[in-house]
């Protein structure tokens, strides 16, 4: 059965939609100053803490002998992939939008050969083959997911359209399997599924990359066994589906799996748990959060990023604070420890209610309140790094845990 193609709107390419704040204006401004000087609320970002994150993502890929692909929807910046990338040794990034792909193609990694893979992580909209077609022209490899039949026949008609098989022209494509996540991927061990693996493998046109798998509900785990269950169950997953394609006449020989509490797990496991995986892929674990705290596999002090906050009034008579940073900081994502995030060094007091632009901070001692004065700073660990960072134009680097100002990154924005 065909499906009809829905006519696609013909949007300019990106980069005319998004601009990024000036970095060398913002370092100007910001550099040499001590966190208790800036405007608040910002976004505190540990360079040295980054870098020993990634420098652990690329002691996991040593020891399993894997390729990592690093997913830099987390910080959206060039600054924190060249980190990345050094420290992971890849040159393989996932982008969640095309202005990632656009910003990060366009930066000084690409052409200096650091960059030389790029993945869009989202199912593709028909939309955006225009800018997949300029993209996979700025960079060796340039990849997409499909799941889905209707996908694959909007993309057969555009390219027929636009560039018929005589182009010689080839679309890089993962095919994106669910494996117990729920959210994007065609379901395993299924017809449609059968058929559209057929089809991605039996294209003229199509170099198909691999399976790809991504276990979010691996953010359940509570200790290091669960963990290494979660990516046994992955790995399980993505092999046995592979080799049932296989025994159907498909066959697909690499496979891609990860999220940040499997990719830890892949440290602890023995090698052989990723038999027949030859990449693996995070994101998170460049700056980990509260989220990654409560699954065992980071500890409080491995958390990069911090809300930097003001105490904007004060209520003793309920043992409360007012914060200066609300919803539109911290994101109202929730973690298992409750609330929405720690305050370094008062970790017994509890930010439990938010607003838009109001932290509220309870259960605070009496005695607690002659270090609590208006107008004093503090920092606030987030539950998910990757939405609260989100909230922030631009970072404040700082270095060894210290207050300096030694650097700003700026992300890019928007879709
Ligand atoms: C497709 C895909 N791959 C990889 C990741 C990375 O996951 P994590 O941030 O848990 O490392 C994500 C995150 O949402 C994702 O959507």
Redesign the pocket.
């Known amino acids: 059965m065909s499906f009809p193609v829905i006519a696609q709107t013909t949007t300019p390419l990106l980069p005319y939609h998004f601009s990024v704040p000036d970095k060398k204006a913002l370092v100007g401004q910001y550099v040499g100053k001590s966190l208790d000087q800036v405007r608040t609320p910002r976004l505190v970002v540990d360079r040295t803490v980054v870098k020993k994150n990634c420098e652990k993502l690329g002691a996991i890929a040593q020891r399993q002998q894997v390729k990592i692909r690093v997913?830099v929807?987390?910080h959206k910046t060039i600054e924190a992939t060249a980190i990345e990338l050094d420290a992971a040794g890849t040159d393989a990034i996932?982008v969640?939008t095309l202005a990632e792909a656009y910003y990060l193609v366009q930066s000084p990694l690409v052409a200096n050969g650091q960059l030389k893979d790029v993945l869009l992580?989202l199912p593709i909209s028909p939309d955006k083959f225009d800018e997949m077609f300029a993209l996979a022209d700025q960079v060796e490899t340039f990849s997409i997911f499909i799941d889905h039949d209707q996908t694959l026949d909007a993309l057969d008609a555009y390219y027929e359209e636009k560039y018929g098989k005589a182009s010689g022209r080839r679309v890089n494509v993962f095919f994106k399997v669910e494996c117990g996540n729920g959210r994007?991927g065609a379901a395993i061990h299924n017809d449609a599924s059968l058929n559209l693996a057929r089809r991605l493998v039996n294209s003229s046109y199509i170099n198909l990359m691999g399976l790809y798998t991504?276990a979010?509900q691996s953010y359940a785990c509570r200790d290091h066994a669960s963990a290494v269950s979660f990516l046994q169950a992955e790995r399980d997953a993505a092999i046995t589906y592979r080799d049932y394609l296989s025994e159907n006449g498909i066959t697909i020989d690499k496979c891609s799996i990860?999220?940040?509490?499997t990719?830890m797990a892949a440290g602890l496991a023995d090698p052989s748990v990723l038999q027949g995986i030859t990449e693996l892929?995070?994101?998170?674990?460049a700056f980990m959060d509260r989220q990654q705290v409560a699954t065992s596999l980071a500890s409080p002090s491995d958390v990069a990023i911090t809300v930097l906050s003001r105490v904007a009034s004060r209520y003793p008579e309920r043992g409360s604070i007012l914060l200066d940073a609300g919803a539109l900081a911290f994101s109202k994502d929730p973690s298992p420890q409750g609330g929405f995030g720690d305050i370094v060094g008062r970790e017994h007091w509890k930010l439990n209610k938010i607003a838009q632009e109001h932290g509220v901070v309870t259960e605070i001692p009496a005695e607690d309140f002659a270090d609590a004065p208006v107008g004093k700073v503090f920092q606030v660990r987030p539950n998910h790094c990757?939405l609260t960072a989100a909230c922030f134009e631009f970072y404040l680097v700082v270095e060894n845990g210290g207050d300096k100002v030694v650097d700003v990154w700026v992300p890019v924005r928007g879709w």
């Open positions: 997913h929807k987390t996932i969640s992580g994007a991504h979010g990860g999220a940040t509490p990719v892929h995070a994101g998170a674990f990757c």
